[in-house]
């Protein structure tokens, strides 16, 4: 048995191991973060967006949620936070009670939902039919 080929063969099994982790680091620098998951009761959500990074990611992460909500402003279309949001299921429970955006990601249940948002004082107030499947989306505006 020839042994002269064994460290030719662990030194390019560490680099090809080393090539792969370094590709793999960079990859992983270059996809923007997600704003972290938060949890409350049994429910999962997430609210963030400033930022285009951000804004990016929470766009395309989207559709792994059954309830995404957008909060903006008439005034040129300005994204806003600091929205109050309140979701009460059909028998008028609340399942989240936070305040966020202007983006809310929510995974909910499929069923009816009460979704209410107030932004400097104003509220407003949806219906939403959260499906099975794919996301239900709802955006409100103010004018500020």
């Avoid at 990601?105 to 979704?115: E, Q």
């Amino acid at each position: 048995m020839n042994t002269s080929h064994k460290p030719s063969r662990l030194a390019g099994a560490l680099a090809a191991g080393c090539l792969a982790f370094a590709t793999l680091s960079a990859v992983a620098q270059n996809l923007p973060a997600l704003p972290p998951v938060q949890q409350q009761g049994q429910v999962e959500f997430l609210t963030g967006g400033f930022g285009a990074d951000e804004s990016n990611a929470i766009k395309a992460a989207s559709s792994q949620y059954p309830l995404a909500l957008t909060f903006s402003s008439t005034q040129g279309g300005a994204y806003v936070a600091n929205v109050k949001v309140r979701i009460t299921d059909a028998r008028g429970n609340t399942v989240l009670d936070t305040t966020g955006g202007p983006y809310v990601l929510v995974k909910l249940p499929a069923g009816r939902y009460k979704v209410s948002a107030t932004f400097n004082g104003k509220e407003q107030t949806r219906q939403i039919s959260v499906p099975r499947s794919g996301t239900a989306r709802a955006g409100f505006t103010w004018n500020t």
